[in-house]
């Protein structure tokens, strides 16, 4: 046991292996699978995109999932903690708070996507949603009013109850639940989009790849998308590392998560592009997708409001095992920097969010004017920086950190001298380049 700073993970706080398996599938599978993923594959390509996030989850996601993972459980602290207990090295822990403050930005606009998701829910199933056919009007009236703040409450609270209970009984237990949940929709509505008519359309261009749209640019938005889907560059990897367990496999364990990941991005869009072509809708058009245009498409089906509920259901059940992974990152600072116990640090931190939460909340739809800046409302500002500034920088962070800074990497990643050497090598050579690339390119340095 670490003579200096108290671990984290000492005691009871770990997961049981599935659990963490479970746990980290969990944070992975989100909002980024099914509403930001749609929307990117039909803007830049379809099944060319999709094959491009193939190679950069597998070229650079797993890599770098991997080099989270063994920061984490060697380190077994907070994100901050880890880097500088391995590296011996202050100047690295204060590198690690970036990947601290990014998860808590990160849900301060995140839970307000889950807020709407849970509403869809509850208006689908009532019935509600379908009373109206102005899908776009019903939609712009709800983000622009103030009713998405206490949404996103609600989806803060139900995080906040999970990370209240701690590692096996909050997080582990709810994943437990929520995860055989999510692939038991997800198969009916795969089934149930599969067989409408003229679901083939969709499904080709999902499937079959046009080579001539793979450019430069949906490569690099592919990759960045790969790090956002796998949760990588924002600590939860990290955090979640450092409950995991000396005798389970790391290798094994990114494999399952970039697998899980992977699938289940397939199978959304084996229910988004479908259930758009069907009903003659395009599937590029951004966020509208799932709140515009799906429920017009289960508005037209048999059982529509069954069917648009149990979607919708699905959605907030993938969102919120996504913000209690990015919970746990800041929680698990406060915890272990300041003493606090885990029920103070969480209600701090979740009022914390509410408050940070509600200009996004209210900026997005326009509520509350003046919260635009230049050409982005504060939502966007927020997501921005998060998205494209500060999760390529983490991800840059973690390469150099394994790959040229923590001279043990491999000893905790556990892999065989084969594997090791693949690993090392994207790690030190080819991840870095390309998350520069990404981040020149989001930050908008880079034109094409
Ligand atoms: N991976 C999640 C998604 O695709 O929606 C988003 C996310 C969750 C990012 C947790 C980062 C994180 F720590």
Not at 403 to 416: F, S
Not at 419 to 428: D, E, L
């Amino acid at each position: 046991k670490s003579t200096s700073a108290p671990s984290l993970a000492d005691g009871e706080e770990r997961f049981s292996k599935s659990g963490f398996i479970f746990a980290a599938i969990g944070s992975a599978v989100g909002l980024g699978n099914m509403w930001k993923f749609p929307y990117i594959t039909g803007k830049y390509g379809g099944a060319a995109f999709f094959l491009m996030f193939v190679i950069c989850l597998l070229a650079v996601g797993l890599p770098v999932l991997m080099a989270e993972l063994a920061i984490g459980r060697g380190g077994r602290g907070s994100v901050s903690a880890s880097f500088s207990r391995l590296s011996k090295q202050k100047g690295w822990g204060a590198l690690g708070f970036l990947m601290i403050l990014a998860p808590f930005l990160i849900l301060s606009f995140y839970s307000v996507v889950a807020g709407w998701t849970i509403y869809y829910a509850v208006r689908s199933f009532s019935g509600q949603l379908f009373s109206n056919s102005d899908y776009s009007g019903q939609f712009s009236a709800f983000i622009g009013s103030w009713q998405p703040v206490w949404w996103m409450l609600l989806a803060l609270v139900l995080t906040a109850v999970v990370i209240i209970k701690g590692v096996s009984a909050g997080i582990e237990k709810f994943n437990k639940i929520l995860i055989p949940g999510l692939v038991v929709l997800l198969l009916i509505l795969v089934v149930r989009s599969l067989t409408l008519d003229g679901a083939g359309e969709g499904v080709s261009f999902f499937l079959s790849p046009d080579f001539s749209k793979l450019t430069a640019e949906s490569a690099l938005v592919a990759l960045g998308h790969a790090f956002f889907s796998l949760s990588l560059g924002m600590g939860t990897m990290i955090t979640y590392g450092a409950y995991v367990d000396k005798r389970q496999s790391l290798g094994i364990g990114t494999m399952a998560i970039g697998l899980g990941d992977l699938l289940y991005a397939f199978l959304a869009g084996l229910i988004i592009f479908p259930t758009s072509f069907a009903f003659g809708i395009e599937p590029g058009e951004g966020p509208g997708l799932v709140f515009v245009a799906l429920p017009a498409a289960f508005a037209a089906m048999p059982l529509g409001s069954l069917f648009g509920g149990l979607f919708f259901i699905l959605l907030a059940f993938a969102a919120l095992t996504s913000t209690v992974g990015l919970l746990e990152v800041p929680v698990a600072f406060v915890r272990e920097r300041f003493g606090w116990s885990r029920g103070l640090s969480v209600i701090v931190i979740t009022l914390l969010l509410f408050l940070l939460g509600i200009p996004s909340a209210v900026s997005v739809g326009g509520a509350v004017g003046g919260l635009q800046f230049g050409e982005k409302t504060f939502f966007d500002w927020v997501d921005f920086i998060c998205s494209n500034i500060m999760l390529p920088l983490g991800g840059l962070i973690v390469t150099i950190f394994v790959g040229y800074v923590w001279k043990h990497a491999g000893d905790e990643a556990g892999l065989t001298s084969s594997w090791f050497r693949i690993w090392i090598f994207m790690v030190r050579y080819i991840a870095p380049i390309l998350v520069v690339l990404v981040l020149l390119y989001s930050a908008g340095a880079l034109d094409f």
